[in-house]
Each structure stands twice: as C-alpha cells, then as structure tokens.
C-alpha cells in the first residue's frame, strides 16, 4: 500500500434485540442477536487478509461487541470513543418508531425527511452529530496517515460521515444505500482525497438481509 493512501473502513454494528422489536436504541443500548453476532463474524473472516492497523469504535457496547467480534484473533487494540456514539434521542429512546410515529409525528416525518430540523426533547440534533462526529472523523485521519482503520459506529453516523465524503447535503443523508446491520463502507484516501470504494456493502452476509 502508497503511504499516501489511507484506509478508512466504516462498519455499523451487528443487528441488536431492539432492532428485531423496532425500538429506538440511540445512547440506549441492547445486545447484539445471534445473528448480529454472525453478521460482525462474516465481516471480520471477509477482512481476515486485509490489514487494520487501528480500530476505532462508539464506546456503545453493540459496537464495541461488534468490533471485537470482527477483529477476532488480531492483535489490535480497539479504542472505544464518546464521540461515535449514536445520535441521542432523548425522550424516544426505548420506544417503538411506532409509539413515536403516534406520540411526535411532525418530528417523527423531520427525521425521515427533513433532518435539519428535527429535535425532541434531551435529543441531539443532526447538526450536534455531524460536529462531534467530523472532530472525531479528522482527529482518526490525522493520526493513522498511510494506515487502514476500522471504525465501528451507528446509522446516523454511518450516513454522516458517508455524505461528507460524497458531499451530499443533510436533507438527502437518508436516501440510499439502505444500511444494514454489520455492511461495510470503505474509503480511500489520497492525498486527503477521497474515494469511496464501498457503501453499505453486504457481500459478505451469509444470509438474506432484513431491515432493522
């Protein structure tokens, strides 16, 4: 590999219990499933030849049970960070979209369809992500210049990080590719410009994908 070239791998954790029951999760957390488990294993055999010389993840413990689960045998350390943590809902956490739909739709359709203005109560907004997550984002790069990292994260800020590298405006994050529990997106780096080589890949699912 160029040192020039960076290699920013970019994982959402494994299907969690939540996920099954469409509860929101955000600082909340809930294991991993069997097959959350199996997704974060298929990925990390599919990266087994491919080098990871940092891994990066929210200090969730789905993630960071979905980071050990993909690093397996190697001998890296994972360091576990605030800032990836997933957006804060506040007042939804531990409801059902259904329940939210119901009680908060104005907010409910500014989620899915116009992020800029959502925010509920003890909620972070889009915008409070996008900072703590590009702070976190430059502060990896800087510091692993010619390395491959594997960081390990949640939706919103899988889809953040993405749209700053396509350049794709907030309103639009939630188009697709759809991502899945455990996909893979990957980004080359050269001379700090990017490459996105994978978006919400799921090649290496051994089973068919479920939306959750």
């Not at 049970?65 to 994972?78: D, P, S």
């Not at 953040?160 to 396509?166: G, S, V």
Request: net charge negative.
């Amino acid at each position: 590999m160029s040192k020039s070239k960076t290699v920013i791998y970019i994982v959402r954790h494994g299907q969690t219990e939540w996920n099954v029951m469409h509860k929101l999760q955000g600082h909340q957390d809930s294991p991993l499933t069997p097959l959350g488990m199996s997704q974060a294993e298929w990925l990390g055999e599919s990266l087994q030849n491919e080098p990871i010389d940092r891994i990066y993840s929210s200090s969730s413990q789905r993630t960071l049970r979905t980071a050990e689960l993909i690093r397996a045998t190697r001998q890296v350390e994972i360091t576990g960070t605030d800032a990836l943590r997933e957006i804060n809902l506040g007042i939804w956490e531990g409801r059902s979209q259904e329940e939210v739909k119901v009680s908060h739709p104005e907010q409910f359709d500014y989620f899915w369809n116009d992020p800029e203005k959502f925010g509920v109560e003890d909620s972070e907004t889009f915008q409070e992500v996008y900072r703590r997550s590009m702070r976190v984002l430059d502060q990896i790069i800087g510091e692993n210049q010619g390395k491959s990292v594997l960081i390990v994260t949640h939706t919103v800020v899988v889809k953040l990080i993405m749209a700053y590298f396509e350049g794709r405006p907030l309103k639009e994050i939630w188009n697709p590719p759809y991502i899945h529990p455990a996909c893979l997106c990957k980004v080359e780096l050269t001379m700090n410009k990017p490459e996105i080589i994978l978006h919400g890949d799921i090649n290496h699912y051994r089973a068919q994908p479920v939306s959750d």
